[in-house]
Each structure stands twice: as C-alpha cells, then as structure tokens.
C-alpha cells in the first residue's frame, strides 16, 4: 500500500539516481550513510545532497563565520566581536561543558570587576612589564595621578583588565586562611581587554576583548605536583573530547624580563619539567618564552595553515603571592624545600606561609579555540554545540500540517516544558521550522546549507494520527562526526523501548536516509547524543 505522503514529493522527476547502502542497526560493521545523488530537471538546481568538498578558502573561519552567522566585527570597536545568536550559543555551550567539569577537579566559580586602579596592577608588576598592552581609563575628575590632597587612590587613572590574577589574589586575601582549605581553586569567565596592535588583529585568534576560561589554585607548595599533574590530566580529557588530543607541549622559561629571584625561577621551571616528564607526554622547550612572573606549559594546535596557536597554559607562579603578601595558617613549618616562611616566631598558632600560585586556562581563549573548531569542522557542528540541531520541514502548502509543524518544532525544543517559571536544569533543543512554499528538496538542500543536524518531515498523515500515535521520520543531515552520530543512533535503537502504548517506537525506513521515530523518542534520543558530546 502506498503511504500517505512519500519522502520525497512526487511531482519531482530524477535524472539521475544512484543507489545507495541501507545501513544494517543490528549489523556489527557500520559504514556512514551517504546520500543520494540526484539532479533536477533544471540546470541552475542544487545537482546533490552531498556536502561539496570543502577548499582552503572556505574552511576560513571568517568565511565560515559570516556564512553560519557567528559573529560581526565593527570599526567602532576593533578586535571585539558582536556575537549573532548562534555565536552567543556557541560560546555559552563551551563555558556550559567546561562548567560541568568544575566540580570533579575542584573548582569554584567566581566574578570578579573589569576595571582596577593603576596602584594594583603596579603592585601585580602589570603596570611596569604590561601597561603597553593595557587599557587606561580616567575616571570622572581623576587627574591621572595620587593629590596629596584628595583621598587615597582618588586622582588615579584605571586599567581594564588584562588578566584576573590580581583579582582572585584578592579574593583569597579577603579571608584568613588554614592550611587546611588548600588548595583553593578559583574559575573565571569575565571578559579580557589587551591593547593589541591594529595591524596584528585577527579574525578571532587575535582580539582586544576576549573571553578566557581563567582558572587559578593557590596551594601549599607540597600539593603543587599533584595540581600540576590533575591539570594536565583535566587538559588531556577536554582535548579528546573535541577530537583535539594530537596537541603539542610547549615549556617556556624564563625571559628576559621577569620578576622574582632567578633561584625560584629555577625551582618553578624544575617542578614544571619534573610533572611533564612524568605525564609521559612529549614536550619541548622554548628557552625564554615563559611569563613574566614565572615559567609555564602551554598547549599549542596547528591551523589549517600550519601556524601553530596558543590555546590552554599551566603557569607556575611565586611572585604574586609575594607581591600581595597572601599567606595561610600552618600548625608546623612545610618541609618543602620551595616554602617561603613569613612567619615571626616558630609558634603554631603564629605560624604562616605564602601559598604557591598556578594560573590554567583549559581552552584558553574561547573566541581562538571557536576559530580552530570552526576549521576542523568546516562549520559542521557536533550536535550538542550545534545552534542549529533539527528543523521541521512541512510538506505542502496545508496551512493546518504548517501549524503542525510549527506546533511540533515548540514540542521538540522544550521536552521538560511547564506552565510557568522553568526549572533550572529543564533542558532545551535548538529547533527551527521551514514552513515556506519551496519544495521538499530544496528544503533538505538549504537545511545542509545551513549546517542542521537533523531534519524532520511532516506532512498531512500528521494530522489524521493521534498524538501518541504521531510520528516523524529524522534524518541525519550534518555532523562534523558522521560515523560517530550514526553508531549512537544505531545503540540507541538498539536498546529496550520505553514501555509505551503506541505501536511503533522507532524503526528505520527502508530508504535508509530516513528513521520514523514518536515525539518522545526524538526527544530521547537528542537527550542520548547531547549526553555524550556527539
């Protein structure tokens, strides 16, 4: 018997067909689904399904960018982008993974402000190594300058800040401290300002506002192997998450400008050396490469023009704890040869010493790491990032299967939906309707244009099923993992079906490039691939 309505429309006519390979969902070898080719009956028609091989040029990320709607730069202000919808989404589903991470290595989220006076970044050492690649701002009726005769601080001029070290080392000297609550770790994702030059600004690997997953772990000095070799570890995880684990390490020691004794430059670039060489990852070393306040292990990724680029760092740090003259309270002296006692007397109750600073960014830059993932994927998202995971595509022009289809993008966007305020964790899709007049094929062709994981079809036998009966048929569209999707769809149908009174749950159509799943399954199975970073 002939269905209600076909996949593809009927008053298409093919010219040229090629056959194609029904994946097997109990088969123990799998092979990506490829889709059919096709032609249409005009020239100046799409002539295929299947992404087009992707040039140098388009797998620019500012080309990709502009055509997936990521991100606007303005003259009004170099190097900050203006982040579109689906860039702003992005972004927040990085911070979301990596804030899901926290709790597991320890570490707590904090905000700190934007803007501080010029007298703390010269007790940071910013201000002397740093002020080039600064922001300056004058505050109302501030001269620039300390007046005698004004309050302290008053007539000063501010830097934006381009880091947040000065300002967690003042969280952690708001407190007294034990030896007990060490190690401390801090996470921020407040916005940074660097004063870049002009002539070096780029795209989103080189910018004037950025974003930085900035993490620092105040610790004793007898814990900074093992935070050292967690960091590392917490690394090596995000990296092989995003299909990124073929990265280099990188030692940098010290400059030539620094701050400090070279005697602790030497023991912090040991410790450093000593828990790369233990990781038993390959680095190398770029002598006087490190920062200016210590040595540091930076992660570095090769772009598709083999220039290498900065991403994640693990900086050791004794400096700054000296600078702002952090300490914690100890019952007895450490027996570490990198200890630095500021206590007086040898009592335990008076007894104090000053903690040892790592600084970490895992992704480093969000908008530089953004930019790579754009050109290893060619703008081909992982679902759980996508901005565009699924689209309904409603067949004909019946203004009720449009409502429908409208009805049901809703559904499918909002499973854990509730009259009134949403729950904290109530989850959500991002899913979008095609309720225009082009054809069913065309649809398909521009939601892979566009980069949409998934398409579903609605059409009139919609409205003649009940809801619980109501199925869609889903296919796979763009995905930067195609085998990976695929091989999740296959266990997941591949496992017991919910109890449930309708009589098909999910099965594969026998055209292969479609599976007709219910509401409730759809919405299982983006609950399955967003679970797994897929």
């Avoid at 972004?91 to 926290?102: G, T, V």
């Avoid at 206590?343 to 790579?372: K, M, N, Y």
Wanted: net charge neutral; aromatic share 10%.
């Amino acid at each position: 018997m002939r269905p209600a309505w076909p996949l593809w429309p009927s008053c298409i006519l093919f010219k040229k067909v090629q056959l194609i390979r029904q994946p097997s969902f109990r088969s123990s070898s799998f092979k990506p689904l490829k889709f059919a080719e096709y032609d249409l009956s005009s020239p100046a028609e799409p002539a295929q399904l299947e992404t087009p091989s992707v040039n140098q040029e388009q797998k620019d990320p500012r080309t990709l960018s502009s055509h997936h709607d990521i991100y606007a730069l303005h003259p009004s202000s170099p190097g900050s982008p203006l982040y579109q919808p689906s860039g702003a989404h992005i972004l927040q589903k990085l911070q979301a993974f990596l804030r899901a991470q926290f709790p597991s290595y320890g570490f707590q989220e904090v905000l700190t402000p934007t803007i501080y006076k010029r007298s703390l970044w010269e007790t940071s050492g910013h201000w002397e190594i740093y002020k080039d690649d600064m922001f300056a701002v004058t505050g109302r009726g501030a001269q620039g300058s300390n007046d005698p005769d004004k309050e302290i601080g008053e007539g000063e001029e501010y830097g934006l800040k381009p880091m947040n070290c000065p300002g967690h080392c003042l969280l952690f000297k708001s407190q007294r401290r034990s030896y007990r609550d060490m190690p401390i770790r801090y996470a921020d994702f407040s916005p940074l300002h660097r004063n870049e030059l002009s002539g070096t600004l780029s795209g989103l690997t080189r910018l004037r506002r950025f974003h930085q997953d900035d993490g620092h772990i105040f610790c004793r000095p007898s814990q900074v192997k093992h935070e050292i070799s967690r960091t590392l570890d917490f690394v090596q995880m995000v990296y092989q998450t995003f299909s990124m684990g073929n990265y280099k390490l990188r030692l940098g020691t010290r400059p030539e400008q620094y701050i400090g004794s070279v005697d602790d430059w030497d023991k912090a670039e040991a410790r450093l050396k000593i828990a790369l060489q233990e990781s038993g990852q390959h680095f190398y070393i770029n002598q006087g490469d490190g920062a200016f306040y210590g040595p540091k292990i930076d992660i570095i990724l090769t772009d598709a023009d083999g220039k290498d680029l900065q991403t994640a760092t693990i900086q050791l740090d004794f400096q700054l704890p000296k600078r702002f003259e952090l300490e914690y309270d100890i019952s007895e002296p450490e027996q570490d040869q990198m200890s630095v006692s500021r206590s007086g007397p040898s009592t335990a109750s008076a007894q104090t010493e000053t903690p040892v600073l790592i600084h970490r960014a895992i992704l480093g830059s969000l908008e530089r790491f953004l930019a790579l993932l754009i050109e290893s994927d060619a703008g081909k998202w992982p679902f759980w990032m996508n901005p565009r995971q699924l689209v309904i595509l409603s067949v004909g022009k019946n203004a009720k299967v449009r409502q429908r289809a409208e009805e049901m993008a809703k559904q499918l966007a909002s499973p854990d939906a509730r009259p009134g305020p949403q729950t904290l964790n109530a989850q959500r899709f991002m899913v979008d309707y095609d309720n225009s007049d082009q054809s069913l094929a065309k649809k398909i062709v521009n939601a892979r244009k566009k980069g949409y994981s998934f398409y579903a079809v609605v059409g009139e036998r919609n409205l003649q099923r009940s809801p619980e009966l109501e199925t869609l048929d889903i296919s796979p569209c763009v995905h930067s993992k195609p085998q990976n999707i695929w091989q999740a769809i296959e266990a997941f149908l591949g496992s017991p079906a919910p109890a449930s009174n309708t009589r098909i749950e999910a099965r594969v159509e026998p055209r292969a490039t479609s599976i007709v799943m219910t509401i409730h399954r759809c919405q299982e199975l983006m609950k399955e691939l967003e679970s797994k970073y897929l």
